[in-house]
């Protein structure tokens, strides 16, 4: 029996006792099973069979884009960072319409059917090759997944919160649970779809994935009560009313299929889609930010003193005609010096820097200073995922042509980090409750600087192992499994923490298009993976190990730096957080919540304390 066999059926093994203790957890007679209540459970088995679909297919991606589709290897990243990075943008949109209008679970329902089709679709190979009309079908698949996803991503995650008050210890850990889910899921999908698409064909692979979907979809639809009536309507009766006509639900669902048009075009043209980020990101951060200024310590933003506002205003405008003037060049709409645009962009910063320090030293706000501290990590999403989505891209085509793997596929090394994750998530989850209570647990942004020092380290480890064995020589598989512990530990310090962080210090109104900044913030990291896989490609476009390695020293050493910076800046931002301030806030009945008969959900409070002038 062969290494990729029992890789096989070590993953059958597990995602079947999975599904045991899931089976098991959901049919306790008691409302918690583990100090959790059952619904945390059902999201992570949810979520467990959208990441088996979306990492299965990731697995076979940068392959497929290479062996199937023929693309070389620089163009290949590109496409594979500018589908990741579409896939953590469009939250941002599913997002705002979930907190506006359709409720977190309804938006998750419609994101699981459009994902669901988008997964069989990859299942249409054709005979390959650029000129093959089927390649197609292959974008439109694409494009189905990346709006299933926005509409999916964000908003099962404030699920979750919504489970637990925002004082509740157990929050972080379960956050960590929810992350184990997605990473079994995750390993699980590798596996499988992974040794179906390299030894049986890519449809094989892909419709695997699609299948990990429907089932995760079976699960959302049919555990629903064990949710608690989280994440419904804000006000059910407004999706009833109808907009030109048509039902504004139906008419939501109906310009999210549209979507998928806009998007087709935009997976086929990836500079267009690094341009899209760079001014849609600026215009998100804007719009928090002023959030954070002016709504949450006045009130409103029609209460804001006017002077503020409008220079707030200006230095916004200058900042996004700067970026506009930026991208324009880029794009070669017009021949603008880069340097005016930077000019203006700077003039910009600096008004708003100016608004900052005026407001701070007018007004005390500890929402505001939260709002603050959001963006800061925020900002640092794009660093640690433009290097740790390496593994879907040039990490993946170096195992596949400079290692010795042993006979092993290379897509089945993709499921290390998951495996990583499902092995160290537990110890973590109890590691941070235990250090708590004593006392020593890190702050928020001191663990992002660990993960990222973590990160560049890994980096660094496999560029020695490679030198140390010779360059001619194949490096020893050892150096690949201690990149991904070094990339996994960081993870783990990173991504659930940062889950948990936004879902904790965000303003209940703008919860879920916090989540969705965040992922916007992954989005540009991925991007930047693009970029990154597409400079080891060199001039002619094909990865050499060389090439790859000299890459992977200069990103590794910067790395290391900016966690470090983030490490000494942390007791800064840990006091911007205001965690002693952070209270839970009581329930509100929605109107026509008698008439319903069921509470409303948990984070909708109609006038939350944070939009209430501060005293303070």
């Not at 089976?23 to 409302?31: D, E, G, W």
């Not at 991208?327 to 910009?348: K, M, Q, Y």
């Not at 007791?571 to 209270?583: A, E, G, P």
Request: aromatic share 12%; glycine share 12%.
């Amino acid at each position: 029996m062969s290494f990729n066999t029992i890789i096989l059926l070590g993953g059958i093994a597990v995602l079947a006792a999975f599904l045991l203790a899931g089976a098991y957890a959901v049919t306790r007679p008691q409302k918690e099973v583990f100090g959790h209540p059952k619904g945390l459970y059902v999201l992570f088995f949810a979520e467990m069979w959208e990441r088996f679909s979306y990492y299965g297919m990731r697995a076979l991606l940068i392959f497929y884009l290479t062996k199937h589709w023929l693309f070389d290897d620089s163009k290949a990243n590109l496409i594979y960072g500018a589908y990741t990075s579409l896939v953590y943008i469009t939250p941002v949109l599913g997002g705002y319409l979930a907190d506006k209008w359709l409720g977190q679970r309804k938006a998750v329902l419609f994101g699981a059917v459009v994902l669901t089709g988008g997964h069989f679709l990859m299942a249409f190979e054709g005979t390959g090759g650029q000129s093959d009309p089927t390649i197609n079908i292959f974008w439109l698949a694409l494009s189905f997944i990346i709006v299933g996803s926005g509409f999916l991503k964000a908003n099962i995650s404030v699920i979750v919160g919504q489970l637990y008050s925002i004082t509740d210890v157990r929050r972080d850990s379960a956050y960590t649970i929810f992350y184990m889910g997605i990473n079994v899921g995750a390993a699980v999908g590798t596996i499988i779809a992974g040794w179906l698409g390299e030894n049986w064909g890519w449809s094989w692979g892909f419709g695997a994935a699609g299948v990990g979907m429907l089932l995760g979809l079976v699960v959302f639809i049919g555990f629903k009560p064990l949710l608690q009536g989280k994440g419904e309507p804000t006000d059910p009766q407004v999706l009833k009313k109808a907009v030109a006509g048509v039902n504004l639900e139906w008419l939501i669902y109906g310009a999210g299929l549209l979507s998928i048009a806009v998007i087709w075009a935009l997976i086929q043209a990836q500079d267009v889609v690094g341009s899209l980020m760079l001014v849609s990101g600026v215009v998100l951060l804007l719009y928090v930010l002023a959030t954070g200024i002016f709504e949450l310590p006045y009130g409103s933003f029609a209460r804001a003193p006017s002077g503020p506002t409008n220079a707030f205003r200006g230095a916004s405008a200058l900042i996004v005609i700067g970026s506009a003037l930026y991208v324009g060049t880029v794009l070669g709409l017009w021949a603008v010096p880069e340097s005016l645009a930077g000019i203006v962009a700077l003039a910009g910063f600096a008004l708003l820097l100016g608004v900052i320090l005026q407001q701070g030293m007018t007004k005390t706000d500890h929402a505001r200073d939260r709002i603050y501290v959001i963006i800061f990590l925020i900002a640092l999403n794009p660093i640690f995922w433009g290097l740790f989505e390496q593994a879907g891209g040039s990490l993946s085509l170096f195992t596949d042509r400079y290692v010795d793997r042993a006979g092993i596929d290379a897509s089945l090394f993709q499921s290390v980090n998951p495996i990583y994750i499902i092995l160290l998530g537990p110890l973590l989850a109890m590691l941070w409750p235990m250090l708590g209570k004593r006392g020593l647990e890190p702050s928020t942004p001191a663990k992002f600087g660990i993960g990222l020092i973590l990160l560049g380290a890994g980096f660094l480890v496999l560029n020695y192992g490679a030198h140390a064995a010779g360059m001619a020589t194949a490096t020893p598989v050892i150096f690949i499994f201690l990149i991904y512990f070094l990339h996994t530990s960081g993870e783990l310090c990173l991504s659930p923490v940062g889950l948990s962080a936004m879902n904790r210090l965000a303003p209940k109104h703008i919860a879920s298009l916090i989540m969705a900044a965040w992922f916007f913030g992954t989005a540009g990291g991925n991007f930047v993976a693009g970029l990154i896989g597409q400079a080891t490609g060199g001039e002619d476009g094909d990865a050499s190990k060389q090439s790859i390695l000299a890459i992977y020293s200069q990103i590794g050493w910067v790395t290391v730096g900016v966690g470090v910076v983030v490490m000494f800046l942390a007791i800064f931002v840990k006091r911007l957080s205001h965690l002693d301030t952070l209270k839970d806030e009581p329930d509100h009945a929605m109107e026509g919540d008698n008439e319903l008969a069921e509470p409303q959900a948990a984070g909708f409070d109609p006038k939350p304390e944070e939009l209430r002038p501060s005293s303070r």
